[in-house]
């Protein structure tokens, strides 16, 4: 069975048990739906996702549990009997201890593990640096297609990187928002939100970069002489100091469909070395 | 002897979370994680409800008449018995619309003291 449909399966199964924490009739009536709901949420979540994604899924339904299970037993009134608030309290000490274990688990996971790629590929004679006020996209981002069918790879997200030159150097990516944190790791949002699916002039600002310009969500930032809006203020470490969709970037350097970079995601780290063979193999 | 139902004015101010499950069913019919899905994508996240306090609040909403079990599968795709649709029900949608004429109300107060114009809300001076 694959790890995922197992990861899933046990899930259910586990939930399915803790779901006995609930009222009789409560548990009777809606059981069913929740657990179909939990796995519906696991499939639309977990697919492609990682472990540390699996254990944020449950830190949150551990904390749901915590806040319903009571609140469904004070409906019923059988908080008073004493047997049921001394088993109640035991449970929630226990759900409290294993919610904190699994919270303090993932962002140590996502302090060590997020924002890392297994293969990052560019041209042989491509610059190291990005270019510095102009966009340097020398590969084909429809290239990624290619890269997929290599055995052994599992995801690739095209990357268009730029230095921008305004008080100081500043590293700005434009990205497929999904593919890039699917395969690099989730933004944390500070504040705003991500990109919008219509708008191709909003773009995603680390904290340390807003806060050395001032920048809040809303405002307006020029960036190569075209004007963008700050949609979204994201943690720093995910890459860049500047995000931005890019088609965007694409089009304003004209070069569409261009790519500075490839980030590549392995099916397994041990393929890292085989996977990088066929890559240069192929040429 | 047929229960009349409350005023929907008396029902308010509803809770977050409420409204969110009535916003959610206004437009069409949906099972739990249908629900919890749109929820989450229409707060960008903000608003993340669990099974257990989603099918608490369909309980409390389902005895109160707001919202009502739907017997058709909208979705046929995703069709399975363990899933159960919901729908507004006429007296839902009257507690829906008139808990909307409050927030909009309360906007009209907010703009009319131009609240989101005052300095502190613009970007900050670089």
């Known amino acids: ?283 | 002897m047929k229960k009349t139902k409350p005023d929907p004015e008396s029902l308010l101010p509803l809770p977050s979370s409420v409204f969110h499950i009535l916003l959610s069913l206004s437009d069409q019919e949906r099972h739990g994680y249908g629900i919890m899905k749109e929820v989450a994508t229409r707060t960008d996240g903000k608003v993340r409800l669990g099974p257990g306090i989603l099918y608490g609040k369909i309980k409390h909403l389902i005895e109160g008449g707001l919202i009502e079990k739907s017997d058709e599968r909208p979705d046929p795709r995703m069709d399975d018995e363990r899933r159960v649709y919901y729908r507004l029900t006429d007296f839902g949608e009257r507690v829906a619309i008139a808990e909307t004429k409050r927030f909009s109300q309360l906007i009209g107060m907010a703009r009319a003291k131009r609240l989101l114009s005052r300095s502190k809300f613009k970007a900050c001076p670089r």
């Open chain 1, 1 to 283: 069975m694959n790890p995922l449909r197992k990861v899933i399966a046990s899930s259910v199964r586990v939930y399915g048990w803790l779901l006995r924490l609930y009222p009789r009739e409560f548990r009777s009536e809606y059981g069913p739906e929740m657990m179909q709901a939990l796995q519906d949420r696991c499939r639309n979540e977990l697919a492609g996702a990682s472990i540390t994604k699996a254990i944020g899924v449950w830190g949150t339904v551990l904390s749901d549990l915590i806040m319903s299970v009571p609140l469904e037993h004070l409906k019923k009134g059988k908080i008073m009997n004493r047997r049921y608030l001394t088993n109640g309290m035991g449970l929630l000490i226990i759900l409290v201890s294993v919610s904190a274990a699994l919270y303090w688990y993932q962002q140590r996971s996502r302090k060590t593990k997020a924002h890392v790629v297994d293969i990052f590929l560019r041209p042989s004679n491509a610059p190291l640096t990005p270019g510095t006020n102009c966009w340097s996209g020398p590969m084909q981002a429809s290239e990624k297609a290619k890269l997929l069918k290599i055995e052994g790879i599992r995801s690739v997200t095209p990357v268009l990187s730029c230095l921008e030159i305004k008080d100081g150097l500043t590293l700005v990516l434009g990205i497929d928002l999904q593919s890039y944190t699917q395969e690099v790791g989730e933004f944390t949002y500070l504040a705003g939100r991500q990109f919008g699916s219509s708008t191709a002039d909003e773009i995603l600002v680390d904290d340390i970069y807003a806060s050395k310009k001032g920048l809040r969500v809303g405002d307006s930032y020029i960036l190569n002489g075209s004007s963008f809006r700050v949609c979204g203020v994201v943690r720093h470490g995910a890459g860049a100091r500047i995000f931005a969709p890019i088609e965007t970037l694409q089009g304003m350097m004209g070069g569409k469909g261009s790519a500075s970079w490839m980030l590549i995601r392995c099916e397994n780290r041990s393929q890292i070395e085989t996977v990088i063979r066929s890559i240069q193999a192929k040429g």
